[in-house]
């Protein structure tokens, strides 16, 4: 469906009725009594509660008699799968106004794309497309729609150029500017806490990457909007004056497993695995290589016409630790190579204690330029540049470096990273 067979689809869907009231225990999230973990006395651990369930089940009282603005997507649900603001419209706390990101409030756009400017046809709230938006035409919104509070709830996946990161980043200037309060409802990063990868330089800003954070930065989106607010807006556009994280009740910094529904944060990641990988094969992006859009498992698939088992047997032998990769053939239907019988490799991640995303990527990409020199080859434009932060990794690579030498020269700069984070980090 294009854009515009979208908004006309939205807009003719205005005549439905607005969300009907739901029983009324169901904007409570799930029942704690059906849950063996979370029943008193059981001896068990408490199960896992995201920010958002923890208001839910309180019946969203924190927002009562707020002009509540929720910045979210098909991400921001419950346990029981019900999204946020069709709670929040149930238990009788409606927001004035929703957000799309990237993709869309509804989910209904692919990559690069958004939902545009419409009312939402089940529940009749005005949602404001604030993908690609910068801090000004933001703070425009909110004032527009009369938003004294905005909410931020949407999952991550730990990589920084995610887009959702940066759209959390702009509603918070725009917060600043307003007056708005700031409240996030934090949730997991699915690829745990700790952060890989080289650090943006900041004279490669770009809308998948505004701020010199790392590639996989180990953060949920509480400690990073804690991180933003102390390190970066403070020299842009101010600090927000009110700032609150509700925390997630039960989850540890190395938890993988959380037990939650897996709603894909975008149509490319469909699963768990997929986010396991992103942080390093979203590399392959900036590469003529295909990263597996218009495959049933993006990210986790990656090729090109003219590759074979070779590329496989290469990094196998490496012995990369938590990670093996087996031979495949693939024909995208989408994207790079729509169409074209693709030969490459699927990532297999065996153990993701100890798989590291970013250095993965980069050994792939170095055995590959080795294997295929008169297949590989950059994007025209640099995109490499602009997704790795810099132009460093494209230069040693086409220089001849090894995976070793290209890793280690990030190290200082992600220490240091590492060492600024930690005053942010609020789980264990």
């Not at 408490?46 to 603005?69: I, N, P």
């Not at 959390?168 to 745990?192: E, H, I, K, S």
């Not at 290589?289 to 990094?315: C, K, M, N, Q, V």
Request: charged share 20%; net charge neutral; with cysteine.
């Amino acid at each position: 469906m294009s854009a515009v067979d979208r908004r006309h689809f939205l807009a003719g869907a205005l005549a439905a009725p607005a969300l009907a009231a739901l029983p009324a225990d169901a904007s409570a999230g799930p029942d704690a009594s059906a849950d063996p973990d979370a029943a008193a006395g059981s001896g068990r651990t408490r199960r896992l509660e995201t920010g958002a369930e923890q208001l839910a089940s309180d019946g969203w009282r924190r927002f009562a008699g707020a002009k509540v603005g929720v910045v979210t997507n098909p991400t921001g649900a419950l346990r029981d799968h019900t999204h946020i603001v069709d709670s929040m419209v149930a238990a009788g706390v409606p927001p004035v106004a929703a957000f799309g990101p990237e993709h869309g409030f509804r989910g209904t756009a692919q990559a690069g794309g958004s939902e545009g400017d419409y009312l939402d046809p089940r529940t009749g709230i005005p949602v404001y497309d604030a993908y690609g938006a910068n801090a000004t035409k933001f703070a425009g919104m909110v004032a527009k729609a009369g938003v004294d509070t905005l909410v931020f709830d949407i999952a991550d996946i730990g990589a920084r150029f995610y887009t959702y990161i940066w759209t959390m980043y702009t509603a918070m200037q725009a917060a600043a500017a307003t007056g708005a309060r700031f409240v996030v409802l934090d949730r997991p990063n699915p690829v745990g806490g700790r952060a890989r990868g080289p650090q943006l330089d900041p004279a490669y800003a770009t809308g998948v990457g505004r701020k010199p954070i790392a590639q996989q930065h180990g953060m949920t989106i509480g400690e990073l909007a804690r991180f933003f607010d102390g390190e970066f807006l403070p020299t842009d556009g101010g600090r927000v004056s009110g700032l609150e994280v509700v925390d997630v009740r039960g989850w540890r910094r190395d938890q993988l497993d959380t037990g939650l529904p897996w709603v894909p944060p975008s149509p490319n990641v469909p699963t768990r695995d997929t986010a396991l990988v992103y942080p390093g094969t979203c590399l392959f992006e900036g590469l003529v290589f295909s990263e597996g859009r218009g495959t049933t498992r993006p990210f986790e698939t990656i090729g090109a016409p003219g590759l074979d088992w070779r590329w496989a047997e290469d990094l196998n032998t490496q012995g990369l630790p938590g990670v093996r990769f087996r031979e495949t053939h693939f024909t995208p239907t989408f994207q790079k190579f729509a169409n074209q019988l693709c030969g490459g490799v699927a990532v297999h991640v065996t153990d993701p204690d100890r798989f590291d995303a970013p250095r993965t990527a980069v050994a792939m990409i170095v055995a590959a330029k080795a294997r295929y020199p008169q297949v590989f080859a950059w994007r025209p434009d640099n995109w490499i540049d602009k997704l790795s932060g810099s132009d460093r990794l494209r230069r040693m690579v086409d220089a001849g470096a090894g995976t070793d030498e290209v890793v280690g020269a990030w190290s200082e700069e992600l220490a240091a990273f590492d060492r600024t984070r930690r005053q942010y980090l609020r789980y264990r």
